[in-house]
């Protein structure tokens, strides 16, 4: 999945050729196409937000090493 700066990005560069375009029915595509891009870069970022939790345990667990009965042997 791409990034929310990515999907921002592109979102951006839609409404810029909403503004410039003479024709009103393309713009507003333009401009509905940079609504749902807005909507995937909430949800790419609430995904990225959902791991934070996972990965800061998981880092956590790394920090503190094996288990006593996870030895290096097996």
Known sequence: MPSAKYYIDQARLLLAWARVTSDQAYARAL?????????????????????????????????????????AGG
């Open 31 to 71: 401009r509905r196409k940079a609504a749902s891009l807005l909507t995937e870069a909430n949800e790419a970022h609430a995904a990225v937000s959902d791991l934070n939790p996972l990965l800061s345990y998981f880092n956590e667990s790394q920090m503190r090493g094996p288990k006593p009965d996870e030895g």
